[in-house]
């Protein structure tokens, strides 16, 4: 009636070790019974079989996954499964029913310790083929997921659902920086180009370092953003140049590097010499329009999107020294940058119209090209005298 059986197989550098139960006299059949997959290099198998980028995301180290394996006629569960493979280590239950109404359904959970994201290239097709056919509905937990190195979220938990080849991330609460974050996000397939939507909230993270890394960045402040995004593309750098929609972000007793009004503010304080029409300003000027910190009380941008392209349509910062007005666009895909900065330093009240001081900023995010505007200045100077 039944078989208790001990298998063994490997395939190069692969191992299975299973020691299932198979019961022969139900109707159809039964296997039931532990199982353990082993692999000295995860990112290594990953590769072999579907996942060109794996090394990139899932981080060097071995393959591990030990479950209690339920099959029969139109069944597959893996039941109370342990799972390491590079950073990835996970556990939890997945059944998968080959005979369900409306196509192969996949259902479980998913509790991860540590979930890293995957990071396809810009010009990778969308795998939106493999959807096809299939359902899903998998809850998943992660105390930590990563990106590279970093992590980027903590305490996250959502679901995954697959029907008709719309695939959709519903529910999914985290915290990022110790602020709530609440998105929810669809790819269909059946579009074409495929259709992806996205709607996020986040509200009270503190920033603790840079934001982004670069020349012109937050480095602290309570940030709330809310952003509302579609577009479609066959792989995510056509996505990323199709996006529409709107952005929302404010922050609240923050600090800003690339910049010093501060300083600009001492600059114009104090006496210059004669001014020469079309001669450049003192050197002070110059030095806070070229870098340093500053801080600010509130900073608020309301922000549109446009075929990958975010429009400022309302940028505004605050500071005890004063105010910047902020204009311009940034183009998603590359990063480029063109940005106007309208610095309105707060001087003594005996300084009567304060010169407005422009900066545009050209080029890349990550190497901005500075063209202080200083014909306001010139002018007030001259109007102030020596």
């Known amino acids: 009636d039944a078989l208790a059986l001990v298998v063994t197989g490997s395939m190069g550098d692969l191992r299975v070790d299973a020691q299932p139960t198979l019961d022969l006299a139900r109707s159809g059949w039964r296997w039931d019974g532990p199982i353990a997959l082993r692999h000295p290099g995860a990112p290594r198998l990953a590769v072999s079989l579907v996942l060109p980028n794996a090394p990139d995301w899932l981080g060097d180290g071995s393959l591990s996954l030990v479950a209690q394996l339920a099959a029969g006629p139109g069944r597959v569960a893996l039941n109370d499964f342990t799972l390491t493979a590079g950073g990835l280590h996970a556990s939890g239950g997945l059944e998968l029913r080959l005979d369900a109404p409306g196509g192969p359904a996949l259902t479980g959970r998913v509790s991860a310790d540590q979930l890293p994201l995957p ?17 899903a509905s998998v809850k998943l937990e992660a105390a930590r997921v990563l990106a590279g190195p970093a992590v980027v979220l903590r305490k996250a938990s959502g679901t995954v659902a697959l029907a008709g080849g719309t695939l959709r991330l519903e529910g999914l609460a985290a915290q990022l920086d110790g602020g709530a974050l609440a998105l929810r996000a669809s790819l269909d397939s059946t579009a074409t180009p495929p259709l992806l939507a996205l709607h996020g909230r986040l509200t ?18 309570t940030l709330d953003a809310s952003l509302t995004l579609a577009s479609q593309g066959f792989s995510p750098g056509a996505l990323l140049a199709g996006a529409t929609g709107a952005l929302a972000v404010t922050v609240r007793g923050g600090a800003l590097t690339g910049i010093d009004l501060p ?51 309302q940028a505004r910062l605050a500071a005890p020294s004063g105010n910047i007005a902020i204009s311009g666009s940034v183009a998603l895909p590359g990063w480029g940058l063109d940005v106007r900065l309208a610095l309105h330093p707060m001087l003594p009240a005996a300084v009567a119209l304060p010169p407005t001081v422009g900066l545009r900023l050209t080029g890349k995010l990550d190497a901005p090209q500075r063209a202080p505007e200083l014909a306001d200045l010139i002018r007030w100077r001259a109007d102030s005298g020596p």
Do not use: I, K, Y
């Open 204 to 221: 009270g993270a503190e920033l603790a370092g840079p934001l982004l890394d670069q020349p012109f960045d937050l480095t602290a402040g």
């Open 119 to 135: 990071a396809p290239a810009s010009g990778d097709p969308l795998p939106v083929g493999a959807l096809a056919g299939w359902q």
């Open 263 to 313: 300083a600009l503010v001492t600059a114009l304080s104090q006496p210059a010499g004669p001014v020469v029409a079309g001669a450049p300003s003192e050197p002070a000027v110059r030095a806070a329009l070229a870098g340093g910190s500053m801080g600010f009380d509130r900073l608020e941008v309301a922000a549109s999107l446009a075929h990958g392209v975010v429009r400022l349509d």
